[in-house]
């Protein structure tokens, strides 16, 4: 069998995307080992069929966390064969693209992100062109390259003058059939409110949460779930204490996939309210929209072209204008009584996951890998 070794600089447990191309990859007969790291607040990771591979690092932020990231990644996959090396971000491109070379191994590099235009290098101009040179050094001699929406694709596309292939991260269609369901009692969800939820591993500053959880003083009989983890999360946390929003307000933390899937099954709305505050946000696709939509709830969004346009194109809920926390409010006031707009929305969540899904969505990788078999 083929060996393909995957790298990405998380801890594996929550990063639907590269699993699910590590199963397809699975699924063509190649032998995969998932490369990531350890943390010290890490969850459990759940058993897969395909090799997994989690190093402890000294540091876990700053620059010394990268130089180790990238010594240790460098130093496993050099006494590691492997006959396709995949990068996932540009935190773990340079590694494997000298591997690459010295070994011979095919290279194939996944772009979750406009890397260099993400919020945290906007203010330090120095991490952000040490970045922005070893993409310009290393992008116009890829082969192939794979990131998750057309207008990313079409910026990498004309800087680089490389062709760039869009896999988008939708969920499997089948997910939501393999779920046990679970019971709002049994994960701790009042009955009797309208259930908001906001999800994700980077709820991270300008992504919206900030106003989402101020937007509660004005709902009645409403409760916003917010699960996953994120830079803003402490923030968020005080705003609900100095607000008096506990009964509002529920911190469900960082949970495994199938867990996730059992609390937004739950809810009536799904939140992806990030701003327009740089390039990367602008013309971002976040996961939570595709899973909000096979877990059948219509989604509020901001008014962002690629988010926009999904939801437009398939009816499956509506956006925002501003993030005034007022104007949030009353457009989750006004959808969430207005029974007959959620119940069409609802439906047509249902139609959307016959046409999104990774089973349609990963035509594009079988094509590109084939070609290593």
């Known amino acids: 069998m083929k060996k393909v070794v995957v790298s990405v600089i998380n801890d594996l447990s929550t990063d639907q995307r590269v699993h699910k191309v590590c199963s397809t990859l699975e699924k063509l007969g190649f032998d995969v080992l998932l490369v990531g790291r350890r943390q010290r607040k890490s969850i459990e990771l759940a058993t897969r069929s395909y090799q997994t591979k989690r190093m402890f690092l000294l540091f876990e932020k700053g620059p010394f966390f990268y130089l180790e990231f990238q010594l240790r990644l460098f130093l496993y996959l050099l006494f590691h064969k492997a006959d396709v090396l995949v990068a996932n971000d540009l935190d773990t491109l340079l590694p494997n693209f000298l591997l690459s070379k010295i070994k011979g191994s095919g290279l194939v590099y996944d772009s979750h992100e406009l890397f260099c235009e993400v919020p945290e290098l906007q203010s330090n101009p120095f991490k952000k062109n040490s970045w922005k040179r070893l993409e310009r050094w290393i992008f116009p001699k890829l082969k192939y390259v794979f990131t998750v929406n057309d207008s990313i694709a079409k910026i990498y596309s004309e800087e680089y003058n490389v062709e760039v292939k869009v896999v988008r991260n939708i969920p499997l269609l089948s997910n939501q059939k393999n779920i046990e369901h679970v019971s709002k009692e049994q994960l701790g969800i009042p009955e009797g409110l309208k259930i908001i939820v906001i999800q994700g591993a980077g709820i991270n500053i300008d992504r919206g949460a900030e106003e989402a959880v101020l937007a509660m003083q004005y709902l009645d009989n409403a409760l916003l779930l917010i699960i996953g983890s994120g830079d803003v999360m402490d923030v968020l946390k005080e705003m609900v204490v ?5 009964s509002k307000v529920k911190f469900i933390g960082k949970v495994p996939f199938q867990k996730l899937v059992q609390y937004t099954r739950h809810a009536d709305l799904g939140l992806t309210l990030d701003k327009d505050t740089n390039i990367n946000y602008r013309y971002s696709l976040p996961n939570k929209v595709f899973d909000y939509i096979h877990a059948g709830i219509p989604v509020l969004a901001s008014d962002l072209i690629e988010i926009k346009t999904i939801i437009g194109q398939y009816s499956v809920g509506s956006w925002i204008s501003s993030h005034d ?31 999104l899904n990774w089973e349609l969505e990963e035509k594009a990788l079988i094509e590109v890998y084939s070609k290593f078999l």
Do not use: F, G, Y
């Open 325 to 355: 926390p007022k104007h949030i409010a009353e457009k989750m006031n006004a959808i969430l009584r207005d029974e007959n707009t959620l119940q069409m929305w609802k439906k047509n969540t249902k139609i959307a996951s016959e046409k």
């Open 242 to 246: 100095d607000l008096k929003l506990d």
